[in-house]
């Protein structure tokens, strides 16, 4: 599946560069890198062009961990360029058919090889756990319903809590059907070994397109919701013009829908004026005083709006710890430079370089995400990921009010962590929220919310 | 498997609208089916209950029971009435033993009387009474066999006779050498054992974790391939609250050789770093690359000539303009390569090319090689070392020369470089340079530039600049940016000199942060197309 790797230098007319240590290749790297994204950023073609030249004989996919992030940052930025042209652009991804099964394996090699799946679901569990001690019925909802592993551990660890196990209910969201319906397979196998009540509820919808009356939430049945690295993308919604409406929410003031509207502008214009940042001019909102340094973001607000309207008992949220959202290329490029050279090194210590899992999810998923950030603009750039303390803001604004992370649930994580036996990992607490990093680099957070008021 | 249960999703979101019943229950889809022999008693599918049965409910003490059948004249309980009727022959009372019907049995099914459980519900109700009577007594009833060797309590005798055959059969036993028959108690005192956690710090070879947990989640299905396997494993598992993770651990198991970065053999080098030898200092990068590399400027100093006062570098710069050897250099390389690489190559990297000769005389002079051990540094640690070495430089007196620290800072000097690298401006040695620049540029113009921008792939890129003129100045500016490129990188001595210094890290975040566009001042500056790539 991957070309045999040739040697840079094979026949690169600088016969220096293979000269150089890995060391000073990958500084070398960084430099072109951040060359080539400046002269991307003014406009400036032909010296990007050289710039890219120059990385393809450093680069590789499968060499250092530089080399493969240099790599793919620079399929990045040349996924950019080529955007200038339209129809070349399209021309050149017609033939592009993603594998569903691929995508799937990917997630899973994910979630086998690297801890971050892992530590977010063992202290996701124990909030949603320690929120439902007494409770006799039990509804979770999970925003992202690919990976059933959590709620099997879920149901064991209800089953064997010592006032008996509660009724529980599921609710998975997904696009597709044939994952949910995988998902669910597994998990009343599960239940049903363990004499557990159980039911699971497929609700198949894009996420930005969910309508909560679909959740079927019922009156006194005790509410968790999990979302793991899913919330991000919602704030794609705001920016670019995006025209879908909202979905029908309780709770949601005219004032959020007023400022959707004032948001619209075409990709184009957007293009054409140079503003990347989509965001509307704050609006005045009641609480918005202290963040008024924060735009106003009026999906994802309402969006939590809804969810806090569902009245949840907790609320545990993942998602990337890192500003992957800033409105200059340059600044995204800095910031998920840091980032996903953590990753990658994460990976090195977890797989061997000619590992084809380690290819697969560098590519599939690292390299797609690194598009996404670098190349894409408004509504198309999705992986907008964001900062803890930004999330935190935007969850007090919902009205949300932090739950503390428990000490259990972070020994639990700490423990997890050492079983990888690879000093790299930290987890640290920061505000009762747990994050895991990589080098002091934070990478993931979790934190837990439930209404305030 | 996705077809087949396709349909009881369906069916499940239809009968939400049915009557209560219905929607308690899962889909039927994972149930497996009746058993072979045709006599066996059919069982229900779990979920779909026979609507014909007769449900009975016993009161709690009926159902407790245990012998329902009493004797009238000496009191002798029974629990079949089968039983009863025979004991009533020997006091010679009339008995008769019941046959079984010859019509269809009414199916049975049995409610638990306990209102707030489950089985309590007519459409959850269970089909056999013993089975009832065994659920009432485990959920709702008292305990009253204890296992000798556990503290485990059991309200059915027949739970309580069956643990006790396995109990005690597994015995743990930590390293420390303690051992445990109990499970719970033994992950407890492993997670806090002293000697475990020794033996983490020096384990070398990670263990693959176990998949223990994993046959559950159908996860990896690596073996336990270290003695360590089990305990660290085992470490998670603090107890039933616990036990959630324990399902979750299975990181494939693939933890490959050693802390990887230091330990891979470097081919290219012969000689390591021998300070970092340790694996779990793998990220300490910083000192170890600061060290080698602050064997640069001495070699520097020894072995260039200096031309010019301020650097001891610019002296090895001397050395990579000059066209005439570069022309030939890069002509000579062309075989290959595509061709607009040629012309421009011949000045973009004529540095490289006597840069290919002069680095490796430095190094070879070297005492020790230059490169942390191994000579694989770890992406994270290149990223910070990059920005140490912007921020530093910068705070040499506005030598912005470094990699990333000039975007942000210098907007009135050129693109990349600053003011010369080697402490003044363009003036004195640097103007030298710029200039020998220039020339080489000039000379090799005829070829570079235009070849540059008349290769066929680069032709779309002509279309926008307006013709030659415009190309060919932004063809310069790139072309002195990419010298000063070159010339920066190398431009390492001067930086390392401060680096050491200023032995601390900086956090390299906050200056690649503030990397913004107005650094970019080059000629050609025109928005491609009217649009910006910001």
Not at chain 1, 29 to 36: F, P, Q, S
Not at chain 2, 89 to 112: A, D, F, I, M
Not at chain 2, 202 to 230: K, V
Not at chain 2, 445 to 469: D, I, L, P, T, V
Request: charged share 20%; hydrophobic share 35%.
């Amino acid at each position: 599946m991957f070309p045999t790797p040739s040697p840079p230098s094979l026949i690169s007319p600088y016969p220096w560069l293979k000269d150089l240590k890995p060391e000073e290749r990958g500084l070398y790297l960084i430099h072109l890198l951040i060359t080539c994204a400046n002269h991307v950023a003014s406009g400036s073609l032909e010296n990007a062009n050289i710039a890219l030249d120059q990385i393809s004989h450093l680069a590789s996919p499968d060499g250092d961990t530089m080399q493969r992030i240099a790599s793919y940052f620079s399929e990045a930025l040349a996924d950019r360029i080529l955007r200038a042209w339209p129809g070349v652009y399209k021309a050149f991804r017609s033939t592009r058919m993603p594998v569903l099964a691929e995508e799937i394996h990917v997630r899973k090699m994910f979630f086998e090889f690297l801890p971050f799946m892992k530590v977010a679901f063992v202290i996701s569990n124990q909030a949603i756990i320690e929120a439902m001690e007494g409770e006799k019925m039990v509804h979770v909802i999970d925003l992202n319903a690919t990976e059933p592993t959590q709620w099997c551990a879920l149901i064991r660890d209800l089953s064997a809590r010592p006032e008996g196990p509660p009724h529980l209910r599921i609710t998975g969201v997904h696009q597709k059907r044939e994952v949910l319906e995988q998902t669910a397979h597994v998990l009343i196998e599960e239940a049903e070994k363990l004499d557990l009540p159980f039911q699971f509820h497929p609700v198949v919808s894009k996420l930005e397109d969910l309508d909560v009356e679909k959740l079927r939430v019922k009156t006194g049945e005790a509410l968790a919701i999990s979302s793991i690295m899913q919330l991000h993308t919602l704030l794609a919604c705001d920016a670019g013009g995006n025209r879908s409406p909202l979905a029908p929410m309780k709770g949601v003031g005219v004032q959020f829908q007023r400022a959707a509207h004032t948001n619209q502008g075409t990709l184009g214009e957007l293009l054409e004026k140079d503003m990347v940042n989509g965001y509307s001019p704050s609006i005045d909102s009641p609480s918005s005083s202290p963040l008024s340094s924060m735009p106003s973001s009026p999906k994802i607000d309402g969006y939590l709006s809804a969810l806090w309207g569902l009245s949840p008992k907790v609320m545990v949220v993942t998602e990337q710890d890192s500003d992957h959202n800033g409105k200059s290329l340059m600044e995204r490029l800095s910031e998920s430079l840091y980032f996903y050279a953590a990753l990658f090194d994460c990976l090195e210590s977890a797989l061997p370089r000619a590992s084809i899992e380690r290819l697969k999810m560098e590519k599939m998923l690292f390299g797609e995400e690194i598009k996404n950030i670098i190349a894409c603009e408004g509504g198309e750039r999705r992986q907008r990921h964001e900062r803890l303390e930004k999330w935190n803001q935007r969850f007090e604004l919902a009205g949300f009010g932090n739950v503390p992370l428990s000490y259990y649930a972070m020994l639990q994580a700490k423990r997890l962590l050492q079983s990888y036996n690879c000093d790299g990992y930290k987890i640290k607490e920061d505000n009762g929220c747990v994050v895991i990093c990589w080098q002091d680099r934070p990478l993931l957070s979790v934190s837990a919310w439930r209404n305030r008021r | 498997m996705a077809a087949s249960s396709s349909s009881p999703f369906l069916s499940l979101r239809d009968e939400n609208e049915q009557p209560q019943q219905q929607q308690l229950l899962p889909s039927a889809a994972a149930a497996p089916p009746s058993a072979a022999p045709a006599n066996k008693r059919r069982r229900n599918q779990p979920g779909n209950p026979n609507p014909d049965a007769e449900v009975i409910a016993l009161s709690p003490k009926t159902l407790m029971a245990t012998n329902r059948f009493v004797c009238e004249v000496c009191n002798k309980g029974f629990q079949r009435e089968q039983n009863l009727q025979l004991h009533r022959r020997g006091h010679n009372l009339p008995w008769k033993l019941r046959q079984k019907s010859t019509k269809e049995v009414r199916r049975k099914v049995y409610l638990c009387p306990e209102p707030s459980c489950v089985h309590h519900d007519p459409s959850r109700a269970l089909g056999d009474l013993t089975g009832i009577k065994k659920h009432y007594s485990r959920k709702h009833g008292e305990k009253k066999y204890k296992c000798e060797k556990c503290s485990k309590k059991y309200a059915v005798h027949s739970d309580w006779k069956a643990h006790s055959k396995t109990c005690g059969t597994r015995e743990y036993r930590c390293d420390c050498g303690t051992l445990f028959s109990r499970r719970d108690s033994f992950i407890t005192h492993r997670a806090f054992c002293d000697a475990l956690a020794q033996e983490s710090a020096r384990n070398l070879n990670p263990p693959s974790l176990s998949s223990i947990g994993s046959h559950l989640l159908g996860l990896s299905q690596h073996d336990q391939m270290n003695q360590g396997a089990l305990s660290s494993h085992d470490i998670l598992r603090l107890g039933r609250p616990g036990q959630q993770y324990e399902t979750l651990v299975s990181p494939g198991g693939f933890h490959p050789s050693p802390r990887g970065l230091f330990l891979h053999p470097n081919h290219d080098h012969d000689h390591q770093d021998h300070q970092n030898q340790s694996p779990h200092s793998a990220m300490l990068p910083n000192k170890s690359s600061l060290q080698s590399l602050m064997q640069l400027p001495q070699l520097h100093m020894n072995n260039t000539a200096n031309t010019s006062s301020n650097s001891s570098a610019a002296g090895l710069f001397n050395l990579s303009f000059f066209p005439g050897n570069n022309n030939n250099a890069a002509s000579t390389i062309d075989g290959g390569s595509h061709h607009s690489a040629a012309g421009y190559d011949s000045t973009l990297f004529s540095s490289g090319n006597l840069m290919s000769i002069a680095i490796p005389s430095l190094y070879s002079t070297s005492q020790a090689m230059q490169t942390p051990s191994g000579g694989q540094m770890s992406a994270t640690a290149l990223l910070q070392k990059a920005a140490q070495m912007g921020s530093t430089a910068t705070n040499n007196g506005g030598a912005s020369s470094s990699l990333l620290k000039s975007f942000g800072k210098s907007p009135d000097h050129h693109s990349f470089g600053g003011s010369g690298v080697y402490g003044g401006s363009n003036s004195g040695s640097g103007n030298h340079l710029h200039d020998l620049m220039m020339n080489s540029i000039a000379a090799a113009e005829g070829g570079s530039a235009a070849s540059m921008f008349e290769q066929a792939e680069m032709e779309e890129y002509r279309g926008f600049h307006g013709g030659n003129s415009n190309s060919q100045q932004s063809g310069f500016s790139s072309l002195e940016q990419a010298g000063r490129l070159t010339r920066d990188f190398l431009g390492v001595g001067e930086i390392v000199r401060s680096v050491r210094e200023q032995q601390q890290q900086q956090s390299g975040m906050e200056h690649l942060g503030s990397l913004d566009l107005q650094g970019k001042t080059t000629s050609h500056t025109q928005p491609f197309g009217g649009r910006s790539f910001q």
